[in-house]
């Protein structure tokens, strides 16, 4: 899984690997409605993350990685929403 995660939800935060997952599971995986253990949050993102390129819906709408553009956050919720039917 560590190999995954290190290809699909990268540290761009300057921590070790352990203490970003660390982090993101005390932050998002702790609040979920359901009972979950860190193993299956993680693997939850990894499933979702293969099954829905955000990278593509975002494209599509010509919203694209620039360093001299910048985008607004609502732009990029309602790209998601626009394709998805849900909010990210």
């Known amino acids: 899984m560590k ?7 990268p540290n761009l ?4 690997d352990q203490d970003f997952w660390q982090n993101e599971w005390r932050k998002h995986g702790t609040c979920t ?10 693997a ?3 499933e979702i993350h293969k099954r829905i390129n955000l990278d593509a ?8 990685p620039d360093d001299k553009k910048y985008y ?8 998601i929403f626009a394709s ?3 909010y990210p």
């Open 13 to 16: 935060l300057m921590l070790t």
């Open 57 to 64: 819906i975002q494209k599509a709408a010509n919203i694209v």
């Open 44 to 46: 939850l993102g990894l």
């Open 3 to 9: 190999t995954d995660l290190e290809s699909a939800w």
């Open 84 to 86: 998805l039917r849900a």
């Open 33 to 42: 409605t359901f009972q979950v253990k860190p193993w299956n949050y993680f």
């Open 72 to 79: 607004k956050i609502e732009d990029f919720n309602s790209t």
